[in-house]
């Protein structure tokens, strides 16, 4: 389906809602192709291969609001759809604080360099993503060690997106996107029965930036080889670095009670913290949409808010939160943006291996399992594994271990930040090193 | 987001709601159905509802099973679907905003051994069908085969969760009481509530199954979930919690006493956090309160016994058919037929029969829960658990209502037995990696336990094992089996499915506890 016809589903969408009775109206139509390949021990195990499309239509009607979704876009269903929802619409409560934005903060013109779409993605087939996730199993398997793996799985994929939106007070604007992805997991066998899996991937936005696959089934192997033997330390108080890989899901539980629904709904430990130290003075980055090719990058945000560079915590004081425009009104704060894009960090000076050497002993965590965060108050408690980092060295792998804290506290112990943004996810974290987390083991 | 393996399980949240991760539906009248005005039918009469609801007939089907075929393949199958679903939200004292969502498409599967060819459409015309149909059909690469030459309806389906009123019949108005309800009775039970959320969400689901071997398979898939959040304020101290139900259930289900239950619920596991001390850290025992604790079972076991990953060999699970792993008065079933229950299904996602699966049989590992793929590949009949999230996605090995059956011990007793431990009693997710088999559950509420008695409250602790040692360790069974009626989500490979769970008191002589009270410094025993 082209940009014009989902640009004209979109503006039916409009007119045919004002029509049956609501004041103003946002329509969001999106379209998006994917490609999936998963090979799997010398033969293809999957592949998936489809275009779906959908349209968002969000209702302002007699002041109150709902927002309704569909998959049937032929016009005779577009009818009794909105019927049908703009009657539930009108079963609400009143709501003061629902409107679309101000048109003087939509997005004028798509700002250019962005590199968020790269046409070779029509000259790809699925038959040349079978032959990358074929090479990289090649790959995984020519490790010095590969007698010990049980299964190698790995994928390619790559997806193209459009989005179009259209609302009654005066947006018309649209974006597209590409992605491409490969991935190699490993699975070995351990002395002791168990079965660890690791894996290596990558996730770009143009084709170009893609590493080179066998490297990455190489990296699969030699990640799950060093899982083998992996044992439960002690418990005890340590110096912490996350890699750089895993760190994106921690920093994502200092960034989900930023929002303005957790701050307004007291569900959010920085209630009152705009403007106040928060963690050491390494804590500093900014919330960028606009960074070219960023996973994260996006023209204009979901509600039509012209993308721009936010700064988040600077030398660890917090300068702002994601304010969308319901929220903004009920707490009465000028809108920001809703959510978050590609994270941009001020970093450090160093590398992974010379922070480790830094700290001497303690844990590096390379992945978490499980765990989670409470928005309200701060506690967080997380299953890790990883390495010991004994004399400074990456030493013996770990497993089942658990760290805990409160992030009021632990940011403060933010002592350094690598210079390693991670390039394959929109939070580009650096390897953070934090003087001192509760770990539990034995 | 990275694409690797992934999973884990959850209850349903509001958050994943409004970013339409929950299903959402459509409004008031009756459930409109997809309209037919535009499609011309084949030569067959229609025979079934499907036509009236899809708006295809059984030419059409044949031709997207043919068409699916064309290449060779050892199976094909065609899951229309059309899901209807409402979510009612109630923020700051009033239900101010509704999200409303329709799907309707078909999904195309080829199978060749254990490969899958798969594509989907949301168009549901001739030329569509059979486009997605000759892209699954790039999986194979022989000669065509022909398609079923007619289709069957087969025998009657269990009706494990018949609704006396189906959500398409019951009026936005009605629900809203509901919501408004809850709200008002949370704010006069406690003076210390300062925020109450409440979800209201319904869904009315119908799937179409046709496959190669001419078989038809219809089934009408309800929903429904109450999801209620609060925040309370004591002394310059914040803390929420909540309570959720689920199930596939009617209107009727929400009930004084149902809506009763959930609020006292949702009042009474916020404030005793005020009450909460941190958890310690290290291995100790722990027991598990019967209930939502059967979130062990999924996350311990259940994922590793999912067949895909052993007919891989990635499983830790992998070569312990037949063999004992846990004491022999532990006994784990995976259960298709809870009576309307939010895992409960008539028919899988592949149109085979779904019942109970043993999983753990007197201790000895006895059967993977398969799909038709990991049932060839092994030689034995599927038990069921082929399912998907949607039509845009294939089918694989899943849970439905995961739960260990009593075994000897009273609930005082295995309290009594611990010196020093911590009782768990509700949780929000977990997580598990199949090889490894380590798995994690996170523990909202708990106590202590010092000297066989509850004393200080616990919150927000993570739980930390490794499944077949963990099992290994279940050294006391209660007799006081709860399912769990929580609105349980499972996610796998990026796609999610509902499901239960349940589990009787059971004790595990020794986990590792994330706590942040200092460590235990002492290996604490269990007694008796």
Same mark, same amino acid.
């Given at each position: 389906m082209t940009n014009e016809a989902m640009l004209q589903i979109a503006r039916n969408a409009v007119s045919l809602a004002k029509q049956k009775g609501a004041a103003e109206?946002?329509?969001?139509?999106?379209?998006?192709?994917?490609?999936?390949?998963?090979?799997?021990?010398?033969? #293809?195990?999957?592949?998936?291969?489809?275009?779906?499309?959908? #349209?968002?239509?969000?209702?302002?009607?007699?002041?109150?609001?709902?927002?309704?979704?569909?998959?049937?876009?032929?016009?005779?269903?577009?009818?009794?759809?909105?019927?049908?929802?703009?009657?539930?619409?009108?079963?609400?409560?009143?709501?003061?604080?629902?409107?679309? &934005?101000? &048109?003087?903060?939509?997005?004028?013109?798509?700002?250019?360099?962005?590199?968020?779409?790269?046409?070779?993605?029509?000259?790809?087939?699925?038959?040349?993503?079978?032959?990358?996730?074929?090479?990289?199993?090649?790959?995984?398997?020519?490790?010095?060690?590969?007698?010990?793996?049980?299964?190698?799985?790995?994928?390619?994929?790559?997806?193209?997106?459009?989005?179009?939106?259209?609302?009654?007070?005066? #947006?018309?604007?649209?974006?597209?996107?590409?992605?491409?992805?490969?991935?190699?997991?490993?699975?070995?066998?351990?002395?002791?029965?168990?079965?660890?899996?690791?894996?290596?991937?990558?996730?770009?936005?143009?084709?170009?930036?893609? &590493?080179?696959?066998?490297?990455?089934?190489?990296?699969?192997?030699?990640?799950?080889?060093?899982?083998?033997?992996?044992?439960?330390?002690?418990?005890?108080?340590?110096?912490?670095?996350?890699?750089?890989?895993?760190?994106?899901?921690? #920093?994502?539980?200092?960034?989900?009670?930023l929002t303005g629904a957790a701050l307004q709904q007291k569900r959010s430990f920085f209630e009152g913290l705009v403007g106040k130290p928060f963690g050491s003075d390494k804590l500093d980055f900014a919330d960028d949409p606009l960074l070219p090719k960023g996973l994260g990058t996006r023209p204009f945000d979901g509600e039509g808010l012209a993308a721009r560079r936010m700064p988040l915590f600077e030398k660890g004081v917090l300068k702002n939160h994601y304010i969308d425009t319901y929220y903004g009104k009920k707490l009465s704060m000028a809108p920001t943006t809703g959510g978050s894009t590609n994270i941009a960090w001020k970093l450090g000076p160093k590398t992974q291996a010379a922070l480790a050497l830094d700290v001497k002993e303690g844990l590096l965590i390379t992945s978490f399992l499980g765990g989670n965060s409470n928005d309200a108050t701060g506690d967080f408690s997380l299953g890790v594994q990883g390495f010991v980092i004994r004399g400074g060295k990456i030493g013996e792998p770990i497993a089942e271990m658990n760290v805990s804290g409160r992030h009021v506290d632990v940011w403060k112990r933010l002592i350094a930040v690598g210079n390693d943004p991670f390039a394959y996810g929109a939070s580009r974290t650096p390897t953070l090193v934090f003087d001192g987390m509760q770990v539990a083991g034995t | 987001m990275n694409r690797r393996q992934f999973i884990e399980m959850g209850a349903s949240s509001i958050a994943a709601a409004s970013a339409g991760g929950f299903l959402l539906g459509c409004a008031g009248q009756a459930l409109e159905k997809p309209t037919t005005a535009a499609v011309v039918p084949s030569a067959d009469a229609p025979r079934v509802s499907y036509f009236s609801r899809f708006g295809v007939d059984e030419g059409m089907i044949r031709d997207g099973l043919a068409d699916a075929l064309s290449r060779g393949a050892d199976h094909a199958d065609l899951f229309f679907q059309h899901r209807v679903s409402n979510g009612l939200q109630l923020e700051d004292g009033e239900v101010n905003r509704a999200y409303t969502r329709v799907e309707l498409g078909v999904g195309v599967r080829v199978v060749r051994g254990d490969q899958t060819g798969y594509a989907y459409t949301e168009e549901l015309t001739r030329e569509a069908i059979k486009r997605a149909a000759q892209t699954a059909a790039a999986v194979a690469d022989g000669p065509a085969r022909p398609g079923p030459t007619a289709l069957a309806v087969g025998a009657a389906l269990p009706q494990r969760y018949t609704l006396d009123v189906p959500w398409d019949g019951i009026k936005p108005a009605q629900k809203l009481p509901i919501l408004d309800g809850v709200n008002a009775a949370i704010f006069k039970m406690d003076g210390r509530i300062k925020k109450v959320s409440v979800f209201f969400a319904d869904e009315a689901g119908a799937i179409l199954i046709a496959d190669s071997q001419g078989r038809l398979v219809e089934d009408f898939q309800p929903m429904t979930l109450l999801y209620v959040s609060c925040v309370a304020e004591q002394g310059g101290r914040k803390e929420t919690n909540g309570y959720n139900v689920a199930g596939r259930r009617g209107f009727d289900f929400y009930s004084p006493e149902t809506i009763g239950r959930v609020v006292r619920e949702a009042v009474a596991r916020t404030t005793v956090l005020f009450d909460a001390v941190p958890a310690p850290a290290g291995e100790m025992p722990v027991v598990l309160a019967a209930g939502s604790s059967g979130i062990l079972l999924h996350e311990a076991i259940g994922h590793g016994m999912e067949a895909d990953f052993n007919r891989k060999g990635t499983s830790i699970y992998a070569d312990k058919i037949g063999k004992p792993i846990a004491q022999p008065f532990v006994n784990i079933v995976d259960d298709a037929a809870q009576p309307h229950a939010r895992g409960a299904i008539n028919v899988d996602d592949e149109g085979n029969p779904a019942g109970t699966t043993t999983l753990v049989d007197k201790g000895v590992l006895a059967t993977y829960m398969h799909d038709s793929i990991s049932a060839k590949h092994y030689g034995l009949k599927p038990t069921g658990n082929g399912r998907r999230q949607s039509y845009q996605h294939p089918p694989m090995p899943r849970m439905r209502a995961t739960y260990m059956l009593p075994g000897p011990h009273e609930h005082d007793e295995i309290v009594a037995s611990v010196k020093r431990g911590i009782y768990c009693q509700s949780f929000s997710n977990g997580q598990v990696q199949i090889g490894a088999g380590d798995f994690t559950f996170y523990v909202k509420n708990g106590f202590l336990i010092e000297d066989g008695k509850l004393t200080r409250p616990i919150k927000d602790v993570n739980i930390i094992g490794n499944g077949p040692r963990v099992l290994e360790r279940i050294d006391m069974v209660g007799k006081d089996l709860v399912i769990d009626e929580g609105g349980w989500t499972c996610g796998k490979d990026v796609q999610s499915v509902p499901v239960s769970q349940g589990i009787p008191t059971v004790r595990v002589s020794s986990i590792t506890v994330g706590g942040q009270g200092g460590t235990q410094g002492n290996k604490a025993s269990a007694k008796g």
């Open positions: 109206v946002a329509a969001v139509a999106r379209v998006k192709r994917d490609v999936d390949v998963t090979w799997r021990d010398g033969k #293809l195990e999957k592949i998936t291969e489809a275009t779906s499309r959908g #349209l968002e239509v969000r209702l302002y009607v007699d002041g109150r609001y709902s927002t309704c979704s569909t998959s049937d876009l032929r016009p005779e269903g577009l009818a009794s759809f909105l019927d049908n929802a703009i009657g539930l619409t009108r079963t609400l409560a009143k709501d003061p604080h629902r409107s679309l &934005p101000d &048109p003087a903060l939509y997005a004028k013109a798509t700002p250019e360099g962005l590199s968020m779409a790269d046409p070779k993605i029509e000259s790809i087939t699925a038959l040349d993503l079978r032959r990358t996730a074929q090479s990289m199993e090649e790959a995984a398997r020519s490790v010095k060690g590969s007698e010990a793996i049980l299964s190698v799985t790995t994928n390619g994929y790559h997806s193209w997106n459009e989005t179009t939106q259209v609302h009654s007070n005066g #947006l018309e604007a649209s974006f597209a996107g590409t992605e491409f992805s490969i991935s190699a997991d490993v699975s070995i066998k351990d002395d002791d029965g168990r079965r660890p899996e690791e894996g290596e991937y990558a996730w770009v936005r143009l084709y170009a930036d893609l &590493p080179d696959a066998a490297a990455v089934g190489r990296r699969a192997t030699e990640r799950a080889l060093a899982r083998r033997g992996a044992k439960k330390a002690p418990s005890s108080v340590m110096p912490v670095l996350i890699d750089n890989r895993a760190a994106g899901r921690f #920093l994502s539980y200092l960034l989900r009670p | -």
